[in-house]
Protein backbone atom coordinates (compact mmCIF):
# COMPACT_ATOMS: atom_id res chain seq x y z
CA UNK A 1 0.00 0.00 0.00
CA UNK A 2 1.92 3.06 -0.98
CA UNK A 3 2.46 5.54 1.97
CA UNK A 4 3.50 8.84 2.83
CA UNK A 5 6.62 8.58 4.92
CA UNK A 6 9.19 11.24 6.33
CA UNK A 7 12.62 10.70 4.76
CA UNK A 8 15.38 11.20 7.19
CA UNK A 9 16.52 14.87 5.78
CA UNK A 10 13.73 17.18 8.09
CA UNK A 11 14.59 20.41 8.08
CA UNK A 12 13.62 22.93 11.10
CA UNK A 13 12.00 26.09 9.79
CA UNK A 14 11.50 29.43 11.48
CA UNK A 15 7.50 30.86 11.20
CA UNK A 16 7.59 33.53 8.39
CA UNK A 17 5.97 36.62 10.26
CA UNK A 18 4.45 39.93 8.54
CA UNK A 19 2.76 42.33 9.04
CA UNK A 20 0.12 44.06 6.38
CA UNK A 21 -1.40 47.70 7.35
CA UNK A 22 -4.49 48.40 5.60
CA UNK A 23 -5.17 52.10 4.18
CA UNK A 24 -7.65 53.51 6.50
CA UNK A 25 -11.24 53.25 5.10
CA UNK A 26 -13.50 56.75 4.22
CA UNK A 27 -15.56 55.97 7.36
CA UNK A 28 -12.36 55.71 8.95
CA UNK A 29 -10.53 59.32 7.43
CA UNK A 30 -13.15 61.26 8.94
CA UNK A 31 -13.40 60.46 12.33
CA UNK A 32 -9.89 58.79 13.20
CA UNK A 33 -5.70 59.58 12.84
CA UNK A 34 -3.27 57.53 11.34
CA UNK A 35 -1.17 56.28 13.95
CA UNK A 36 0.87 53.44 12.26
CA UNK A 37 4.36 54.08 10.88
CA UNK A 38 6.14 52.28 8.71
CA UNK A 39 9.96 52.84 9.10
CA UNK A 40 11.36 50.49 6.73
CA UNK A 41 10.50 46.82 5.12
CA UNK A 42 11.17 45.08 8.53
CA UNK A 43 10.01 47.82 11.12
CA UNK A 44 6.56 49.49 12.37
CA UNK A 45 5.53 51.99 15.42
CA UNK A 46 2.42 52.22 16.30
CA UNK A 47 2.22 55.79 17.76
CA UNK A 48 0.49 56.31 21.32
CA UNK A 49 -3.43 57.68 20.42
CA UNK A 50 -3.37 59.71 22.55
CA UNK A 51 -2.48 63.46 21.16
CA UNK A 52 -2.47 65.34 24.51
CA UNK A 53 0.67 63.93 25.57
CA UNK A 54 3.91 66.60 26.02
CA UNK A 55 7.26 66.61 25.74
CA UNK A 56 7.71 65.56 29.94
CA UNK A 57 5.86 62.64 29.55
CA UNK A 58 7.70 61.35 26.46
CA UNK A 59 11.10 62.24 27.71
CA UNK A 60 9.73 60.25 30.77
CA UNK A 61 8.99 57.01 29.05
CA UNK A 62 5.19 57.48 29.46
CA UNK A 63 4.50 57.07 25.81
CA UNK A 64 2.63 54.35 24.29
CA UNK A 65 4.15 54.51 21.24
CA UNK A 66 5.65 50.38 20.68
CA UNK A 67 8.03 48.98 17.99
CA UNK A 68 8.29 45.97 16.10
CA UNK A 69 10.24 44.22 13.69
CA UNK A 70 9.33 41.67 11.38
CA UNK A 71 10.11 39.52 8.65
CA UNK A 72 8.40 41.83 6.43
CA UNK A 73 6.40 44.90 7.07
CA UNK A 74 4.06 46.45 4.32
CA UNK A 75 2.47 50.07 4.31
CA UNK A 76 -1.31 50.61 3.49
CA UNK A 77 0.14 51.22 -0.48
CA UNK A 78 0.92 47.97 -0.81
CA UNK A 79 -0.78 45.38 -2.79
CA UNK A 80 -1.34 41.93 -2.55
CA UNK A 81 0.72 41.24 -5.34
CA UNK A 82 4.14 42.83 -3.13
CA UNK A 83 2.95 40.52 -0.06
CA UNK A 84 2.72 37.63 -2.55
CA UNK A 85 6.84 38.20 -4.06
CA UNK A 86 8.15 37.73 -0.46
CA UNK A 87 5.66 34.00 0.06
CA UNK A 88 5.82 32.89 -3.53
CA UNK A 89 9.18 30.48 -3.32
CA UNK A 90 7.44 29.02 0.09
CA UNK A 91 4.26 28.80 -1.49
CA UNK A 92 6.14 27.17 -5.03
CA UNK A 93 7.76 24.52 -1.92
CA UNK A 94 4.18 22.65 -2.63
CA UNK A 95 4.79 21.74 -5.85
CA UNK A 96 8.23 19.90 -4.78
CA UNK A 97 6.39 17.72 -2.25
CA UNK A 98 5.96 19.97 1.01
CA UNK A 99 3.51 21.38 2.81
CA UNK A 100 3.04 24.93 3.24
CA UNK A 101 0.31 27.03 5.44
CA UNK A 102 -0.43 30.70 5.05
CA UNK A 103 -3.16 32.35 7.35
CA UNK A 104 -4.01 36.00 7.96
CA UNK A 105 -4.32 36.57 11.53
CA UNK A 106 -6.10 40.09 13.15
CA UNK A 107 -8.63 41.71 14.64
CA UNK A 108 -12.48 42.24 12.52
CA UNK A 109 -12.15 44.65 9.65
CA UNK A 110 -8.46 44.70 9.53
CA UNK A 111 -8.25 43.05 5.93
CA UNK A 112 -7.79 39.20 6.41
CA UNK A 113 -10.26 38.31 3.67
CA UNK A 114 -9.18 41.12 1.69
CA UNK A 115 -5.60 40.11 1.82
CA UNK A 116 -6.61 36.57 1.32
CA UNK A 117 -9.22 36.23 -1.08
CA UNK A 118 -8.85 40.10 -2.54
CA UNK A 119 -10.35 41.65 -5.06
CA UNK A 120 -10.73 42.09 -8.99
CA UNK A 121 -8.21 44.81 -8.98
CA UNK A 122 -6.27 43.52 -6.28
CA UNK A 123 -6.28 39.34 -6.36
CA UNK A 124 -5.73 37.86 -2.90
CA UNK A 125 -2.98 35.52 -1.76
CA UNK A 126 -5.27 32.58 -2.67
CA UNK A 127 -5.93 33.47 -6.17
CA UNK A 128 -2.10 34.48 -6.65
CA UNK A 129 -0.93 30.88 -5.14
CA UNK A 130 -2.61 29.17 -6.97
CA UNK A 131 -2.03 30.87 -10.25
CA UNK A 132 1.45 30.38 -9.76
CA UNK A 133 1.35 26.73 -8.66
CA UNK A 134 -0.36 25.85 -12.35
CA UNK A 135 2.08 28.53 -14.26
CA UNK A 136 4.95 25.74 -12.46
CA UNK A 137 3.15 23.28 -13.43
CA UNK A 138 3.22 24.39 -16.92
CA UNK A 139 6.78 25.40 -17.15
CA UNK A 140 8.07 21.49 -16.23
CA UNK A 141 9.85 20.31 -18.62
CA UNK A 142 10.68 16.73 -17.01
CA UNK A 143 8.59 14.00 -17.77
CA UNK A 144 6.73 13.96 -14.05
CA UNK A 145 3.08 14.22 -14.30
CA UNK A 146 1.05 16.43 -11.92
CA UNK A 147 -2.38 15.97 -10.18
CA UNK A 148 -4.11 18.79 -8.42
CA UNK A 149 -6.87 18.73 -5.95
CA UNK A 150 -8.72 21.06 -4.24
CA UNK A 151 -10.71 20.78 -0.68
CA UNK A 152 -12.35 24.09 0.92
CA UNK A 153 -13.89 24.25 4.29
CA UNK A 154 -15.29 26.36 7.10
CA UNK A 155 -15.41 26.31 10.57
CA UNK A 156 -18.67 27.88 11.77
CA UNK A 157 -19.40 27.79 15.90
CA UNK A 158 -17.06 24.87 16.83
CA UNK A 159 -18.57 22.97 13.42
CA UNK A 160 -17.00 21.84 10.35
CA UNK A 161 -18.66 22.09 7.20
CA UNK A 162 -17.55 21.71 3.70
CA UNK A 163 -17.99 25.06 1.47
CA UNK A 164 -18.15 22.73 -1.49
CA UNK A 165 -20.68 20.89 -1.08
CA UNK A 166 -24.53 22.33 -1.60
CA UNK A 167 -25.91 21.49 1.83
CA UNK A 168 -23.05 20.34 3.91
CA UNK A 169 -23.73 18.68 7.16
CA UNK A 170 -21.41 18.88 10.18
CA UNK A 171 -17.90 17.04 9.44
CA UNK A 172 -15.69 15.39 12.00
CA UNK A 173 -12.42 15.88 12.60
CA UNK A 174 -9.67 12.85 12.31
CA UNK A 175 -6.26 11.59 12.74
CA UNK A 176 -4.80 9.77 10.08
CA UNK A 177 -0.81 8.28 10.59
CA UNK A 178 -0.07 9.43 7.02
CA UNK A 179 -1.66 12.74 6.47
CA UNK A 180 -1.87 14.32 9.94
CA UNK A 181 -5.73 16.04 10.99
CA UNK A 182 -7.54 15.14 8.07
CA UNK A 183 -11.55 16.39 7.81
CA UNK A 184 -13.52 13.07 7.10
CA UNK A 185 -16.00 13.31 4.25
CA UNK A 186 -14.46 16.69 3.26
CA UNK A 187 -15.01 16.81 -0.92
CA UNK A 188 -11.80 17.12 -2.88
CA UNK A 189 -11.78 17.82 -5.94
CA UNK A 190 -9.83 17.34 -8.87
CA UNK A 191 -8.82 20.59 -10.85
CA UNK A 192 -6.85 21.28 -14.17
CA UNK A 193 -6.84 24.89 -14.44
CA UNK A 194 -6.22 28.21 -12.11
CA UNK A 195 -9.94 29.06 -13.68
CA UNK A 196 -11.00 25.89 -11.82
CA UNK A 197 -9.98 26.80 -8.30
CA UNK A 198 -11.07 30.35 -8.71
CA UNK A 199 -14.85 29.49 -9.59
CA UNK A 200 -14.96 27.18 -6.79
CA UNK A 201 -13.13 29.73 -4.43
CA UNK A 202 -16.03 31.97 -5.47
CA UNK A 203 -18.67 29.37 -5.09
CA UNK A 204 -17.38 28.50 -1.63
CA UNK A 205 -17.11 32.14 -0.52
CA UNK A 206 -20.65 32.32 -1.50
CA UNK A 207 -21.63 29.64 0.96
CA UNK A 208 -19.58 31.14 3.81
CA UNK A 209 -21.30 33.02 6.78
CA UNK A 210 -21.32 36.54 6.42
CA UNK A 211 -22.82 38.99 8.36
CA UNK A 212 -22.84 43.02 8.52
CA UNK A 213 -20.77 44.07 11.56
CA UNK A 214 -20.73 47.79 13.27
CA UNK A 215 -16.90 46.89 12.71
CA UNK A 216 -17.06 45.84 9.18
CA UNK A 217 -19.92 45.71 6.63
CA UNK A 218 -18.98 41.94 5.35
CA UNK A 219 -17.54 40.23 8.49
CA UNK A 220 -16.42 36.56 7.88
CA UNK A 221 -18.15 34.55 11.03
CA UNK A 222 -16.41 31.92 10.57
CA UNK A 223 -12.58 30.22 9.17
CA UNK A 224 -12.21 29.05 5.92
CA UNK A 225 -9.55 26.47 5.48
CA UNK A 226 -8.52 26.41 1.65
CA UNK A 227 -6.81 23.63 0.50
CA UNK A 228 -4.73 22.42 -2.10
CA UNK A 229 -2.80 19.11 -2.77
CA UNK A 230 -0.31 18.88 -5.85
CA UNK A 231 0.49 14.81 -6.31
CA UNK A 232 3.76 14.82 -8.50
CA UNK A 233 4.58 11.32 -10.19
CA UNK A 234 8.25 10.53 -10.80
CA UNK A 235 9.20 7.82 -12.76
CA UNK A 236 13.14 6.89 -12.13
CA UNK A 237 15.38 4.24 -12.77
CA UNK A 238 14.09 2.31 -9.85
CA UNK A 239 10.84 2.38 -10.16
CA UNK A 240 7.89 5.49 -9.66
CA UNK A 241 7.38 7.55 -6.57
CA UNK A 242 5.00 10.34 -5.59
CA UNK A 243 5.53 14.19 -3.93
CA UNK A 244 2.35 15.10 -2.05
CA UNK A 245 2.38 18.53 -1.56
CA UNK A 246 -0.01 20.48 0.52
CA UNK A 247 -1.28 23.88 0.77
CA UNK A 248 -3.79 25.30 3.11
CA UNK A 249 -4.15 29.13 2.76
CA UNK A 250 -6.82 30.34 5.80
CA UNK A 251 -8.50 33.27 6.54
CA UNK A 252 -9.26 33.60 10.28
CA UNK A 253 -12.59 35.38 11.27
CA UNK A 254 -11.95 38.31 13.58
CA UNK A 255 -11.71 38.92 16.92
CA UNK A 256 -13.81 41.56 17.97
CA UNK A 257 -14.73 43.11 21.41
CA UNK A 258 -18.42 42.91 22.33
CA UNK A 259 -19.14 46.04 23.93
CA UNK A 260 -17.66 47.61 20.71
CA UNK A 261 -19.37 45.82 18.06
CA UNK A 262 -23.33 46.73 19.43
CA UNK A 263 -23.76 42.99 18.44
CA UNK A 264 -26.92 40.92 20.71
CA UNK A 265 -28.48 37.47 20.22
CA UNK A 266 -27.07 35.23 17.88
CA UNK A 267 -24.17 37.64 16.12
CA UNK A 268 -22.85 38.13 19.81
CA UNK A 269 -22.85 34.57 19.81
CA UNK A 270 -20.99 34.19 16.98
CA UNK A 271 -18.45 36.77 18.27
CA UNK A 272 -18.13 34.90 21.34
CA UNK A 273 -17.02 31.48 19.53
CA UNK A 274 -14.73 33.01 17.25
CA UNK A 275 -13.04 34.82 20.02
CA UNK A 276 -12.87 31.65 22.13
CA UNK A 277 -11.23 29.88 18.91
CA UNK A 278 -8.92 32.97 18.28
CA UNK A 279 -7.87 32.71 22.03
CA UNK A 280 -7.12 28.96 21.27
CA UNK A 281 -5.00 29.49 19.02
CA UNK A 282 -3.26 32.50 20.79
CA UNK A 283 -2.31 30.35 23.45
CA UNK A 284 -0.97 27.70 21.61
CA UNK A 285 1.12 30.41 19.81
CA UNK A 286 2.33 31.17 23.06
CA UNK A 287 3.02 28.13 24.01
CA UNK A 288 4.66 27.34 21.27
CA UNK A 289 6.88 30.38 21.53
CA UNK A 290 7.61 29.45 25.35
CA UNK A 291 8.19 26.07 24.09
CA UNK A 292 11.05 27.10 21.48
CA UNK A 293 12.47 29.85 24.22
CA UNK A 294 11.93 27.88 26.93
CA UNK A 295 11.96 24.34 26.49
CA UNK A 296 8.83 21.56 26.72
CA UNK A 297 5.62 23.25 26.95
CA UNK A 298 2.29 21.58 26.33
CA UNK A 299 0.65 23.04 23.61
CA UNK A 300 -3.19 23.22 23.94
CA UNK A 301 -4.37 22.31 20.42
CA UNK A 302 -7.58 20.37 21.60
CA UNK A 303 -9.04 22.99 23.08
CA UNK A 304 -10.81 24.06 19.40
CA UNK A 305 -11.38 22.80 15.87
CA UNK A 306 -9.29 25.38 14.44
CA UNK A 307 -6.15 24.57 16.13
CA UNK A 308 -6.63 20.75 15.52
CA UNK A 309 -6.67 21.95 12.15
CA UNK A 310 -3.98 24.37 11.96
CA UNK A 311 -1.71 21.99 14.24
CA UNK A 312 0.49 20.96 11.03
CA UNK A 313 1.05 24.49 10.27
CA UNK A 314 2.41 25.85 13.40
CA UNK A 315 4.70 22.78 14.45
CA UNK A 316 4.66 19.81 12.69
CA UNK A 317 5.52 19.42 8.73
CA UNK A 318 4.55 23.05 7.09
CA UNK A 319 6.32 25.83 6.14
CA UNK A 320 4.42 28.31 7.48
CA UNK A 321 3.44 32.02 6.92
CA UNK A 322 1.25 34.40 8.96
CA UNK A 323 -0.12 37.72 7.69
CA UNK A 324 -1.01 39.89 10.73
CA UNK A 325 -3.44 42.58 9.15
CA UNK A 326 -4.02 45.55 11.23
CA UNK A 327 -6.00 48.64 10.71
CA UNK A 328 -4.21 52.14 10.68
CA UNK A 329 -6.70 53.84 12.87
CA UNK A 330 -6.19 55.17 16.39
CA UNK A 331 -9.40 53.77 17.76
CA UNK A 332 -7.95 50.15 16.71
CA UNK A 333 -4.80 51.14 19.01
CA UNK A 334 -5.63 48.18 21.15
CA UNK A 335 -6.46 45.51 18.42
CA UNK A 336 -3.55 46.80 16.79
CA UNK A 337 -0.80 46.06 19.79
CA UNK A 338 -2.75 42.74 20.69
CA UNK A 339 -2.58 41.34 16.81
CA UNK A 340 1.56 42.40 16.98
CA UNK A 341 2.16 40.89 20.57
CA UNK A 342 0.74 37.78 19.16
CA UNK A 343 2.87 38.07 15.73
CA UNK A 344 5.69 39.06 17.91
CA UNK A 345 5.38 35.71 19.65
CA UNK A 346 4.96 33.44 16.49
CA UNK A 347 8.73 34.63 15.62
CA UNK A 348 9.92 32.18 17.93
CA UNK A 349 7.66 29.17 16.41
CA UNK A 350 9.55 26.60 14.80
CA UNK A 351 8.83 23.50 12.64
CA UNK A 352 9.71 20.53 10.96
CA UNK A 353 9.77 20.11 7.27
CA UNK A 354 10.29 17.50 5.20
CA UNK A 355 9.11 16.56 1.53
CA UNK A 356 6.01 13.37 1.70
CA UNK A 357 7.81 10.85 -0.55
CA UNK A 358 5.14 8.06 -1.19
CA UNK A 359 7.16 4.50 -1.46
CA UNK A 360 5.69 1.04 -1.85
CA UNK A 361 6.00 0.33 2.08
CA UNK A 362 3.56 -0.14 5.38
CA UNK A 363 2.34 2.22 7.28
CA UNK A 364 4.48 0.72 10.66
CA UNK A 365 6.89 3.92 10.77
CA UNK A 366 3.87 6.41 10.52
CA UNK A 367 1.93 4.36 13.09
CA UNK A 368 4.76 4.55 15.52
CA UNK A 369 5.77 7.91 15.12
CA UNK A 370 2.07 9.09 15.96
CA UNK A 371 1.81 6.57 18.87
CA UNK A 372 4.77 8.52 20.39
CA UNK A 373 3.56 11.58 20.11
CA UNK A 374 -0.03 10.79 21.60
CA UNK A 375 1.79 8.96 24.26
CA UNK A 376 3.56 12.47 25.31
CA UNK A 377 0.45 14.31 24.74
CA UNK A 378 -1.33 11.75 27.24
CA UNK A 379 1.45 12.33 30.07
CA UNK A 380 1.20 15.91 29.51
CA UNK A 381 -2.50 15.74 29.96
CA UNK A 382 -2.09 13.49 33.14
CA UNK A 383 0.24 15.87 34.53
CA UNK A 384 -2.10 18.25 34.22
CA UNK A 385 -4.96 16.79 35.26
CA UNK A 386 -3.43 15.77 38.29
CA UNK A 387 -2.57 19.78 39.16
CA UNK A 388 -5.71 20.93 38.41
CA UNK A 389 -7.05 18.44 41.02
CA UNK A 390 -4.28 19.31 43.58
CA UNK A 391 -5.74 23.03 43.31
CA UNK A 392 -8.85 22.11 43.55
CA UNK A 393 -8.36 20.06 47.15
CA UNK A 394 -5.84 22.78 48.64
CA UNK A 395 -8.10 26.24 47.49
CA UNK A 396 -10.58 26.12 50.41
CA UNK A 397 -8.67 25.55 52.90
CA UNK A 398 -5.91 28.03 51.60
CA UNK A 399 -8.44 30.64 51.81
CA UNK A 400 -10.79 30.15 54.72
CA UNK A 401 -9.50 32.66 56.31
CA UNK A 402 -10.24 35.09 54.44
CA UNK A 403 -14.13 35.64 55.24
CA UNK A 404 -14.93 38.10 51.99
CA UNK A 405 -18.46 37.83 49.87
CA UNK A 406 -15.95 38.85 46.95
CA UNK A 407 -13.62 36.28 48.28
CA UNK A 408 -16.65 33.45 48.03
CA UNK A 409 -17.51 34.91 44.41
CA UNK A 410 -14.00 34.72 43.23
CA UNK A 411 -13.22 31.27 44.32
CA UNK A 412 -16.98 29.86 42.55
CA UNK A 413 -15.96 31.55 39.33
CA UNK A 414 -12.39 30.11 39.97
CA UNK A 415 -14.11 26.43 40.56
CA UNK A 416 -16.24 26.56 37.69
CA UNK A 417 -13.69 27.28 35.12
CA UNK A 418 -11.53 24.66 36.63
CA UNK A 419 -13.84 22.16 36.80
CA UNK A 420 -14.82 22.71 33.29
CA UNK A 421 -10.95 23.05 32.48
CA UNK A 422 -10.60 19.10 33.83
CA UNK A 423 -13.76 18.28 31.81
CA UNK A 424 -11.68 19.34 29.00
CA UNK A 425 -8.42 17.67 29.53
CA UNK A 426 -9.97 14.15 30.75
CA UNK A 427 -12.43 14.39 27.43
CA UNK A 428 -9.06 14.69 25.69
CA UNK A 429 -7.43 12.46 27.10
CA UNK A 430 -10.42 9.90 27.18
CA UNK A 431 -10.02 10.94 22.94
CA UNK A 432 -6.46 10.03 22.97
CA UNK A 433 -6.39 6.96 24.46
CA UNK A 434 -9.03 5.80 22.29
CA UNK A 435 -7.09 7.38 19.06
CA UNK A 436 -4.31 4.97 20.56
CA UNK A 437 -5.91 1.80 21.24
CA UNK A 438 -6.83 1.87 17.70
CA UNK A 439 -3.69 2.34 16.41
CA UNK A 440 -2.12 0.07 18.31
CA UNK A 441 -4.48 -2.33 16.87
CA UNK A 442 -3.29 -1.45 13.30
CA UNK A 443 0.10 -1.49 14.28
CA UNK A 444 -0.62 -5.44 15.07
CA UNK A 445 -2.41 -5.93 11.75
CA UNK A 446 0.32 -4.30 9.71
CA UNK A 447 2.77 -6.41 11.85
CA UNK A 448 0.84 -9.35 11.45
CA UNK A 449 0.53 -8.48 7.76
CA UNK A 450 4.13 -8.55 7.43
CA UNK A 451 5.33 -11.70 9.41
CA UNK A 452 2.71 -13.58 7.02
CA UNK A 453 5.19 -15.07 4.22
CA UNK A 454 4.92 -13.01 0.73
CA UNK A 455 2.86 -14.57 -2.10
CA UNK A 456 5.82 -16.29 -4.47
CA UNK A 457 8.17 -16.06 -1.94
N1 LIG B 1 -5.21 46.76 1.42
C1 LIG B 1 -6.44 47.24 1.35
N2 LIG B 1 -6.73 48.20 0.46
C2 LIG B 1 -7.97 48.70 0.39
N3 LIG B 1 -9.00 48.33 1.19
C3 LIG B 1 -8.77 47.39 2.10
C4 LIG B 1 -7.48 46.79 2.23
N4 LIG B 1 -7.54 45.88 3.21
C5 LIG B 1 -8.82 45.91 3.67
N5 LIG B 1 -9.55 46.82 3.01
C6 LIG B 1 -10.97 47.13 3.24
O1 LIG B 1 -11.20 47.12 4.67
C7 LIG B 1 -12.46 46.53 4.98
C8 LIG B 1 -12.29 45.34 5.94
O2 LIG B 1 -11.50 44.37 5.30
P1 LIG B 1 -11.78 42.78 5.43
O3 LIG B 1 -13.20 42.46 5.22
O4 LIG B 1 -10.76 42.12 4.60
O5 LIG B 1 -11.45 42.60 6.99
P2 LIG B 1 -11.39 41.22 7.83
O6 LIG B 1 -10.18 41.33 8.67
O7 LIG B 1 -11.49 40.06 6.93
O8 LIG B 1 -12.68 41.38 8.73
P3 LIG B 1 -13.57 40.22 9.44
O9 LIG B 1 -12.70 39.55 10.41
O10 LIG B 1 -14.67 41.00 10.11
O11 LIG B 1 -14.07 39.33 8.36
C9 LIG B 1 -13.08 46.12 3.65
O12 LIG B 1 -13.94 47.15 3.24
C10 LIG B 1 -11.89 46.03 2.71
O13 LIG B 1 -12.24 46.27 1.36
Known amino acids: MPSIRAPASRQTATLQVA ?8 NERRRSRHIIQVIDDKNVAVLDPDISKGYLDLIQNRTKEKRYS ?3 VYAPGCSNTDVYKNISPTVLGVVQGLNVTVFAYGSTGSGKTYTMVGSRNDPGLMVLSFRTIFDQIKKDDSSDTF ?13 IYDLLEKSSGHLELREDPEHGIIVAGLRRIKVHSADKILELLNIGNSRR ?8 ATSSRSHAVLEITVRRKQKGKYGSQVLRGKLALVDLAGSERATETNNFGQKL ?12 LANCINALGKQNKKGLAYVPYRNSKLTRILKDGLSGNSRTVMIATIS ?3 DQYHHTTNTLKYADRAKEIKTHVHKNIGTIDNHVEDYQRMIENLQGEVSQLKKELADKEHQLSV ?8 NELSWLNVLSQETGENVQERINLQKALFELEETNKRNRMELQHLDSAIARPQVGE
Open 269 to 280: RDGANINRSLLA
Open 328 to 330: PAD
Open 395 to 402: KPTEKAAD
Open 209 to 216: KTESTEAN
Open 147 to 159: EVSCSYLEVYNEV
Open 19 to 26: VKCRPLTD
Open 70 to 72: FDH
